[in-house]
């Protein structure tokens, strides 16, 4: 057995540096936070949203508002985009403080590791929900024409013009087999 003793202190840089050349390997730890999804019990979404807020853990539940209509009145009501989901922003080791509040059933899992939203899909998703788009032009396109959407939820797909007129271009999107239509602004 190898008497070996590592320092326990860690540099500004958070490096584990051990005491002996193993070919310039360092070990660094992850300190940064990433955007983790969490399974809740079924209509706790907004509940556990409030309490990981009230634990200052940033949480992302996206909602959407509906109109309800009952027999005697129509309600506004807000319901979560995906059901029984919330979305956590922490660092790996901070993960099981969520486990503190109540409603939180586990961790979205894939390929056997906590699933990982990249923080651009993330900011995607609540421009999105808000309204937030970003401002194009359409130059002469004519029917036929293929166009690459360069902004927005559909960036980088391309599509074929199937109807234009003064007032909307509208794209057929054979990779995602939808059509979109674009209103035009005036310029």
């Not at 029984?84 to 979205?108: A, Q, W």
């Not at 788009?133 to 980088?156: A, C, E, Q, R, W």
Request: glycine share 6%; charged share 20%; aromatic share 10%.
């Amino acid at each position: 057995m190898l008497g070996i003793s590592f320092d326990k202190s860690l540099s500004p840089l958070n490096e584990l540096v051990l005491p002996f050349d193993l070919g310039g390997f360092i070990y660094k730890k992850s300190m940064e936070k990433k955007w983790f999804v969490v399974y809740t019990r079924p209509q706790q979404e907004l509940k556990v949203a409030s309490q990981l807020s009230a634990m200052g853990i940033t949480n992302y539940c996206p909602t959407i508002t509906l109109i309800k209509q009952y027999s005697d009145r129509k309600k506004k009501v807000t319901r979560p985009l995906l059901s029984s989901y919330v979305m956590v922003e922490l660092e790996d080791k901070e993960r099981n403080k969520v486990f503190t509040c109540n409603g939180i059933v586990c961790y979205l899992f894939f390929l056997g590791k906590p699933a990982v939203v990249p923080a651009s899909q993330i900011n995607l998703m609540q421009d999105h929900l808000n309204g937030v788009y970003n401002d194009f032009k359409v130059t002469t396109l004519s029917m036929g024409d293929f166009h690459t959407i360069t902004d927005g939820p559909f960036s980088g797909v391309t599509g074929k013009v199937v109807e234009t007129n003064d007032t909307k271009v509208k794209l057929e999107l054979a990779s995602l087999g939808m059509r979109i239509t674009f209103k035009k602004q005036a310029a």
